[in-house]
């Protein structure tokens, strides 16, 4: 890496998209981002979710399946994860936020509906990892979304060492409706062509 470029965006390769605790691969705006946006896009599932289970397994599983589905995504394409952007849907989304965290390369976060707490618990958040992230991030979240408010968004984001873009969905809330799945592609399309 030359001097000077050391936060320079990467070519993108591929977007690899992972659902939340209660959804599955084929969830309305991961089938959307997979159909409209002109870059390679794979969406993987949990295997507990393969395997029938409806409670996700813990984080450490959960971020291992992220990193070797990032690394199978990126061996496929034949090139490496830190020329992928990671994410999907809350819970998807933070885990691949964590493995991020936790030292996987990667170009980029797209991070739909991040669940910044439990519903009703504020003094619960899950953000303590957001000072190890340090690659450019995309926030796609319901403005009436119970799992963090777009005031409380404003006091943690900032820990996020690399560049943090936020996009609010009007009226929405934690599951938005299929018919802002145009609005979310955009807000992706439009971050992607960044890199």
């Known amino acids: 890496m030359q001097p000077g470029h050391e936060n320079k965006p990467v070519a993108v390769a591929g977007l690899l998209l992972v659902p939340g605790a209660g959804g599955n691969a084929d969830q309305h705006t991961l089938v ?5 946006l002109g870059l390679p896009v794979r969406r993987i ?3 507990y979710r393969r395997e029938g289970r409806r409670f996700p397994d813990r984080a450490p599983k959960l971020i291992a399946e992220v990193r070797s589905g990032a690394e199978a995504f990126a061996a496929d394409l034949g090139a490496t994860t830190a020329e992928l952007v990671l994410g999907g ?6 885990m691949c ?3 991020v965290a936790e030292g996987l390369p990667a170009a ?7 669940p910044l707490h439990p519903p009703g618990r504020p003094d619960r958040l899950r953000v303590e990892h957001f000072g190890d992230v340090n690659v450019p991030a995309l926030f ?11 005031d409380e968004f404003a006091v943690h984001l900032g820990a996020i060492a690399g560049e943090v ?7 929405q809330g934690h599951d938005p409706k299929p018919r802002v799945d145009t609005e979310i592609v955009a807000a992706v399309g439009a971050f992607l062509a960044e890199f």
């Open 32 to 36: 959307a981002l997979d159909a409209e």
């Open 165 to 171: 873009t936020v996009h609010w969905l009007e009226g």
């Open 89 to 94: 849907r809350s819970m998807g989304g933070r």
């Open 45 to 47: 599932e949990f295997a």
């Open 97 to 99: 936020s964590m493995a």
């Open 108 to 114: 980029g976060l797209v991070l739909l509906s991040y």
């Open 140 to 150: 796609v979240n319901g403005d009436r979304d119970p799992f963090g408010t777009p």
